[in-house]
């Protein structure tokens, strides 16, 4: 096939040395030459693209060569049926690499004569509504406002609300993304603005569908990272990895991932440029004013609290970062319990037991060890009327679907939900122990020794947080837990927000009080709390070990 040029100039700058870009990138190249450069069955659509630059450039702004070799791929196209070689594009980069910029030329450009498609609808959504209007509002100005401003209002007719075509009918709108309050639309583009904020799917699915009924549907996933882990974002970045390794061939994302690779990176002007391509060289008047800006915040980072330099590497140089002065440990750390869980057939646990009221959330586990590795497995139950009022934003009814959760009708979680578990439990597992704290367990105290569990009481749960604390950094840090694939534990355990007293202590407490519970991590502390008292090791048993 023939390349497109500005593909082929990008690639050729990093072969070069004369650009860095990240190690994501550099799987990106090694993608597109071993995958996708090298078939016979697509091509490069040039007139369309070069169409887009001179209208971006003139209605917009000059675009960076990097901006070039992506807009590239937005007009690749088999051909055969003549529709597009890539459908999704993930944009990941560091704030101020001209993402909304980009896609405000792209969508004007979408609902032009120019682009070719007649019914050519847009939809950019956004969690709230000042960030869906931002390329919005830009179209806009540009309309009213630019230079070219009277042919622009000849092609458009703009308002506060929607853009449209004036000759073929497509139409641009922006949409805060409640998921309750959406229907599938018509859509010929759907762009998603700062992903890092969306805790799950629920507002892709129901714009994805409405794609399909019109030619040469894409979608646009525009961000850059955030302070919301186990979101979508996340599932969004390991997708995206599966296909720069050459793992899922089939798959129609396009990815571009800026970002550092590593916290080291960061002291290295140099390597800016891996987070935002912006400040390849030779960076333009925009470019050069924000990297002034940008360096200014990394010198005043010296004299700032640790959350400025968290938000900094978060925002700045698109590598999330996490404050464990007030985290109980790394997403990476938390990610990495998600381990296949042995057989604990015959194996004695302790159980622990959590819930903070018993009009929301409980939550029960067994704990186990195996080895250096501790094994927790769990399940939590929560009342619908709390779901209703509370708004978690979290994917509840999908952990219900994996059997993660049970949600329950009536006024408060019924004890015997709590006291049938452990039962259950106990038919499978050697458990006789069950740990909560006193005020707590008074609610269940009488169901559970009535079934012949032994209670151990937690007189002041706070206290047994400082003396697990060092415990628990140190399991985490040395990946010894295992929670297998449970989504629910992970965003337990990140929900955790850890308070330093004036004397050194610490505890476990709650980032938000209402809408991130930590019950299932708190049942595993109150286990963790008597695990070395409980738990046995297993020794190897053998026949020679018996005196006959």
């Not at 042919?151 to 703009?158: G, Q, R, T």
């Not at 200014?296 to 925002?315: D, E, H």
Request: aromatic share 14%; proline share 3%; with cysteine.
């Amino acid at each position: 096939m023939k390349i497109n040029q500005h593909v082929t100039f990008y690639m050729d700058q990093y072969e070069a040395g004369k650009i860095k870009v990240s190690k994501y990138v550099v799987l990106l190249f090694s993608y597109l030459n071993n995958h996708v450069l090298n078939r016979d069955d697509i091509y490069f659509d040039e007139i369309t693209h070069k169409r887009y630059i001179a209208f971006t450039e003139k209605n917009y702004f000059t675009l960076m060569p990097f901006q070039k070799f992506i807009t590239a791929f937005v007009f690749l196209y088999y051909t055969e049926g003549n529709f597009p070689f890539f459908e999704q594009f993930f944009l990941y980069k560091a704030r101020g690499a001209g993402k909304n910029g980009l896609i405000s030329s792209l969508t004007n450009f979408f609902i032009s004569d120019l682009h070719g498609i007649e019914n050519y609808n847009v939809s950019i959504v956004a969690n709230s509504e000042e960030q869906a209007k931002t390329s919005f509002n830009e179209i806009y100005s540009t309309i009213k406002n630019s230079d070219n401003h009277k042919v622009l209002e000849s092609l458009f007719y703009a308002t506060k609300s929607e853009i449209s075509s004036r000759t073929n009918n497509s139409k641009l709108k922006f949409h805060t993304s409640n998921p309750k309050t959406k229907d599938s639309l018509r859509d010929g583009c759907v762009v998603y603005d700062e992903v890092h904020e969306y805790e799950d799917s629920a507002i892709i699915d129901v714009f994805s569908s409405g794609l399909g009924k019109v030619k040469h549907s894409r979608e646009f996933f525009i961000t850059t990272d955030g302070f919301v882990r186990g979101g979508y974002l996340d599932d969004l970045k390991e997708r995206a990895t599966r296909v720069l390794n050459g793992e899922s061939l089939e798959d129609p994302l396009f990815v571009f991932m800026a970002t550092l690779d590593s916290e080291s990176d960061m002291d290295d002007f140099s390597n800016w440029q891996k987070a935002n391509p912006m400040f390849h060289e030779p960076m333009s008047e925009y470019a050069k004013e924000l990297f002034r800006k940008v360096r200014t915040q990394y010198i005043s980072l010296g004299n700032s609290k640790p959350s400025a330099r968290i938000r900094f590497m978060t925002k700045r140089m698109n590598l999330p970062a996490t404050d464990l002065t007030a985290s109980v440990a790394t997403w990476e750390e938390i990610k990495a319990t998600n381990r296949q869980i042995p057989d604990l057939k015959h194996r004695e646990a302790v159980g622990g037991l959590d819930f903070a009221s018993i009009r929301d959330f409980a939550a029960v586990g067994l704990l186990f060890k195996v080895g250096e590795d501790y094994i927790w497995k769990s399940h939590s139950f929560v009342r619908r009327g709390f779901l209703k009022d509370a708004n978690l934003q979290a994917p509840i009814h999908d952990w219900e679907e994996e059997g993660l959760l049970t949600i329950l009708d009536g006024p408060v979680i019924d004890i015997k939900q709590i006291v049938n578990w452990f039962v259950r439990m106990r038919e499978q597992y050697g458990v006789s122990t069950i740990v909560a704290d006193t005020f707590r367990l008074d609610l269940v105290k009488a169901a559970l020794e009535a079934e012949g569990f032994l209670l151990i009481y937690i007189r002041n749960p706070k206290a047994i947080h400082s003396q697990l604390a060092p415990r628990v950094e140190t399991v985490f840090a040395n990946k010894q837990i295992i929670f297998g694939d449970n989504p629910l534990m992970r965003w337990y355990t990140n929900n955790v927000y850890v308070k330093i007293k004036k004397d050194g202590n610490k505890e476990y407490l709650k980032k938000d009080e209402i809408k991130r519970k930590t019950d299932g991590f708190q049942a595993f502390i109150h286990a963790l709390w008597q695990a070395d008292n409980v738990l046995v090791e297993e020794e190897e048993f053998y026949l020679d070990d018996i005196s006959f």
